[in-house]
């Protein structure tokens, strides 16, 4: 179910028309649409991302993975991904597969995919990350499994 986030009938026929806000309710939760900004970096415990191509319905990103962190277990609902390895060696978990990556391999995530992004090493983990979609969210996330206690 989509809804406007505007009570006002000129700015909710502009955001009808643009498609650029949109207030989602998934699960009881609600997420109002991030529009990314190029060069925007995203700080995590993690590592971070910086946000180095914004398309209408794609955006890329490099993902920094600090030694001996993990992204979430989590999965998207109105988007996939594509990510590449630029630098180290993540493991990744894919539904129920574990499998550890190296320099220039990717990864398809496809929505609704459990996933997970994992450095077990003592050096930084970098992926080029395309996400695909018509909603790219940053609250774009249901998480599982989670160290930093996001859930």
Request: aromatic share 10%; with cysteine.
């Amino acid at each position: 179910m989509v809804v406007l986030i505007s009570d006002n009938f000129a700015e909710k026929e502009k955001l009808k028309k643009d498609k650029i806000f949109v207030l989602l309710y998934f699960i009881g939760i609600k997420m109002k649409k991030v529009k990314y900004i190029l060069n925007e970096v995203g700080e995590r415990p993690w590592g971070m991302w910086k946000c180095i191509y914004v398309g209408d319905k794609y955006i890329s990103k490099i993902i920094t993975v600090n030694p001996h962190s993990s992204l979430s277990l989590q999965l998207h609902n109105f988007r996939k991904e594509h990510w590449v390895v630029i630098k180290g060696n993540p493991v990744v978990t894919l539904g129920n597969v574990k499998k550890e990556y190296s320099f220039g391999q990717s990864i398809d995530i496809p929505v609704k995919t459990k996933h997970r992004l994992e450095n077990l090493t003592d050096d930084f983990v970098e992926i080029l990350e395309i996400q695909i979609g018509d909603v790219l969210d940053e609250n774009d996330i249901i998480r599982f499994e989670d160290i930093y206690n996001r859930i």
